[in-house]
């Protein structure tokens, strides 16, 4: 194998850990920019432990291209982190409740113009607030779900950058 195939093998299980552990980390807690870079820097240690494939592997080429191999170590270290990035809006909580109350706002308002009973308007009052509180509830989380995952690809996207620059720099 060339050093541009190994590179990118290593770099690719490297890309791999990283999702893996900013997913993990996204389903405990919110993901930061500064978490997000903590995790990077903690896995980005590896390219510089000889005990790691990824490490051995720049150990190597440092030794055999001693130019090419510090400027690769340099942009591992200077520049290896993520950019702010905006996330996407979710629907808040007030969004959420107010549009249960439009529920059963629109269900007593329909009730009263039918002139229905009193049974029955507690029932068209309660019913579509109820019924729609767990439907925009659900929505908000699947909302939250996609909105990390498209973040966590997001940071991925932007360390594109950084491995065409090392796949450049590196000779045969």
């Known amino acids: 194998m060339t050093n541009r195939e190994l590179f990118l093998q290593n770099w690719n299980n490297f890309l791999s850990e990283l999702r893996g552990k900013l997913l993990a980390t996204a389903r405990t807690q919110e993901l930061s ?31 055999t291209h001693i130019n090419e191999g510090q400027c690769i170590s340099n942009i591992l270290t200077n520049d290896l982190k993520f950019e702010t990035k905006e996330e996407t809006k979710i629907m808040s909580n007030s969004t959420k409740y107010l549009l249960s ?27 579509p607030m109820l019924a729609s509180f767990p439907v925009l509830n659900a929505y908000q989380e699947k909302q939250k779900i996609s909105n990390q995952k498209r973040l966590i690809d997001d940071y991925i996207s932007q360390l594109k950058k950084i491995e065409t620059s090392i796949c450049s720099i590196i000779k045969d």
């Open 33 to 63: 920019l500064p978490l997000a870079n903590l995790i990077l820097s903690e896995l980005a240690c590896y390219w510089f432990s000889s005990s790691d494939v990824k490490g051995a592997w720049l150990n190597k080429y440092c030794n």
């Open 101 to 127: 109350i439009a529920g059963a706002v629109i269900g007593f308002g329909l009730s009263t113009y039918f002139e229905a009973s009193k049974t029955i308007k507690i029932i068209a009052t309660l019913t």
